[in-house]
């Protein structure tokens, strides 16, 4: 059984602090996606990592993957209490496309 | 920008009663996926559909449920004899052939009471 996991569940932070989110999974896959979802809503896609050694940014977001370590990261700079959200990674299970999540991050950024 | 729509935004229901939860596709996608959301916790899989028929489903998604697709556009999922623990927010997601990327609609939030 694949399985996903994040830490920290929690997280709270300064506005203007930096801090990573992590996900590692249980068996190979080379898709691993990232989602945010605000209270109450749907998961807006952030970033969709495809191999080994990807990394991609959006503002103040990066995440990267390692396969072989089966690890990904999201690494948040210089956070803005906009950033306030629940961030979950999923993975697939290379079989139509279903995917795993992980039980999500809450990041609370304060002033 | 083509979105996922799901209908209800919410529903309750009594249970032991059977709703439908309704969701539109983006219109060029092939594959279908209903997850759910129990308040607080992670998203969970249930069932992923391609070329009218079921291509991979989890442990939850067990006798209780169906889904069809009855025209080109909707995609249903059945719930029979609700119970309480059926209470959820229920994502629609589609993804296009070839595409990597999952496209979620709002959900359907269920109440069962």
């Known amino acids: 059984e694949l399985k996903v996991e994040q830490n920290p569940l929690f997280l709270s932070m300064q506005e203007g602090k930096n801090y990573t989110i992590y996900c590692n999974y249980s068996?190979?896959?080379?898709?691993l996606y990232w989602y945010r979802q605000d209270p109450g809503k749907s998961l807006e896609s952030l970033f969709v990592?495809?191999?080994?050694?990807a990394v991609k940014q959006e503002g103040r977001l990066m995440a990267s993957l390692d396969t072989k370590a089966r690890l990904s990261t999201l690494h948040i700079t210089a956070a803005v209490h906009d950033l306030s959200a629940t961030y979950f990674c999923?993975?697939?299970?290379?079989?139509?496309?279903?995917?795993?999540f992980g039980k999500g991050t809450s990041l609370l950024v304060t002033p | 920008e083509p979105e996922v729509t799901q209908t209800p935004s919410h529903q309750v229901t009594q249970m032991g009663q059977e709703v439908i939860l309704r969701c539109v596709p983006i219109?060029?996608?092939?594959?279908f996926y209903w997850y759910r959301q129990i308040l607080g916790q992670k998203v969970e899989f249930l069932v992923s559909?391609?070329?009218?028929?079921?291509?991979?489903k989890s442990e939850i998604f067990d006798d209780q449920f169906s889904v069809e697709r009855p025209d080109g556009s909707n995609f249903t999922l059945k719930i029979r004899s609700t119970k309480l623990e059926d209470s959820a927010m229920y994502f629609c997601?589609?993804?296009?052939?070839?595409?990597?990327?999952?496209?979620f609609g709002q959900g359907t939030r269920l109440t069962v009471v």
């Open positions: 999923a993975v697939d299970t290379n079989s139509g496309y279903a995917l795993n």
């Open positions: 219109s060029n996608h092939l594959y």
């Open positions: 068996t190979t896959s080379d898709r």
């Open positions: 990592l495809l191999s080994n050694g």
């Open positions: 997601a589609s993804t296009g052939m070839g595409a990597t990327e999952a496209f």
């Open positions: 559909f391609y070329n009218n028929e079921i291509s991979e």
